[in-house]
């Protein structure tokens, strides 16, 4: 690993810091997240302006070429003036790599731009009640038509639909090939006959995921990324970036500050020496620690030119369940007003620990789950048989 930055790489961090300094104003209290979905689009299109968004995209569409290493400073830096995040960062970090790898130049020039300033927000339409954890026995199928596919199935954790433009979506387009062979990877246009989103109200009272349901949804030939039928390889390389270090770097400087939230808290209630609290914060400080090693070592690869593979499980399996403990562990130096979502006179709080613990149950599941992972590190990384 190389833990040591360029002038060029600090000079680099230090005009983010200002940018931020100059332009960052935080959000507000939104009564809705509808609201805060307008308020994120006006947001990213004004980091999009002075090309703050995608910086990780070749200068011709809108990104700066940044390296490895400067995409990682930008989410500690962004991360650390606690900036809220793209409200399209399905499209930032998910889609727009895919495109660049294997859209045509068609494609690119039509999303990509859309995809920066949020003029079109992305959802991504993986997940299916039945092939969550398991995508590759998804039964979604797109049936070949005149001039394209009918797309008929249903899609579950959609997160954003009920606001997305456009969605990639992984169906089936030849049901006797094997499980992996037979599919494609298409972008959905949400404003196309046949679509019903169905919002799913979750246990934090938001509805950010959705039920996404098709019946003969018409999804154009143009719209085909990367040729019929191999949807699972270009799916893996969305995944990888999913789970890998554009992710992680940031969540790692968030749980340093939540981590210095709860030593606060554990101070003001007079719960520093006490031995199971300051245990468990020293324990968390220690993972968020081993955190940013994971992150260093998986940067180090891609600094060499290596892609993200199977080593974006492991990250992602360790900040899962560092993400949960830490959460458990604030909830608890809350103390009586742990089960309040708000305070009162005599237990004051704004419930914004109660939010992050309930939030961070979702972190084993969502971007694949804590058991699909463990399988990923098991076969891949230690070369244990299947099953």
Not at 12 to 19: K, M, P, V, Y
Not at 194 to 203: D, K, T, Y
Not at 281 to 286: G, R
Request: charged share 20%; net charge negative.
């Amino acid at each position: 690993m190389n833990l040591a930055f360029t002038e060029a790489e600090q000079a680099f961090a230090g005009e983010i810091r200002t940018w931020l300094t100059n332009n960052l104003e935080l959000p507000p209290a939104f009564s809705s997240l509808g609201e805060e979905v307008e308020w994120g689009r006006n947001w990213q299109a004004q980091l999009a302006t002075d090309r703050w968004v995608g910086i990780h995209w070749p200068v011709e569409y809108g990104g700066r070429a940044a390296t490895p290493v400067e995409v990682a400073l930008f989410n500690l830096e962004y991360a650390r003036a606690r900036a809220p995040q793209p409200v399209n960062r399905v499209g930032i970090n998910n889609v727009g790599p895919t495109l660049l790898a294997f859209g045509t130049d068609e494609q690119k020039k039509r999303w990509l731009p859309s995809i920066l300033d949020a003029t079109e927000i992305w959802c991504q339409l993986f997940s299916e009640p039945g092939a969550g954890s398991d995508l590759a026995s998804l039964s979604t199928t797109a049936t070949k038509v005149e001039g394209g596919w009918l797309l008929n199935g249903q899609k579950v954790w959609t997160s954003y639909a009920q606001w997305a433009r456009w969605g990639i979506a992984l169906a089936r387009t030849n049901p006797e090939a094997s499980r992996h062979a037979g599919i494609s990877y298409l972008v959905v246009d949400m404003q196309a006959p046949g679509i019903e989103i169905r919002p799913l109200v979750q246990i934090t009272g938001e509805a950010e995921f959705n039920e996404v349901f098709f019946s003969d949804v018409f999804v154009p030939d143009d719209n085909v990324i990367g040729g019929v039928n191999e949807g699972w390889s270009i799916a893996s390389t969305t995944l990888s970036h999913e789970r890998g270090t554009v992710f992680a770097f940031k969540e790692q400087v968030v749980h340093e500050v939540f981590l210095t939230e709860a030593y606060t808290l554990a101070q003001v209630e007079g719960l520093l020496d006490d031995v199971e609290t300051s245990d468990a914060l020293a324990q968390s400080f220690v993972e968020v620690r081993i955190l940013r090693l994971h992150n260093w070592r998986a940067l180090s690869r891609l600094a060499r030119g290596e892609e993200p593979g199977s080593e974006t499980s492991w990250i992602k399996l360790f900040w899962s369940e560092m993400s949960q403990a830490l959460s458990a562990r604030a909830l608890n130096i809350t103390g009586p007003a742990a089960p309040l979502w708000r305070g009162s006179e005599n237990l004051p709080g704004d419930g914004k620990w109660q939010r992050q613990w309930l939030w961070s149950g979702a972190a084993s599941i969502a971007g694949g789950t804590s058991e699909v992972q463990r399988n990923i590190i098991a076969e891949r990384i230690l070369g244990l048989p299947r099953g």
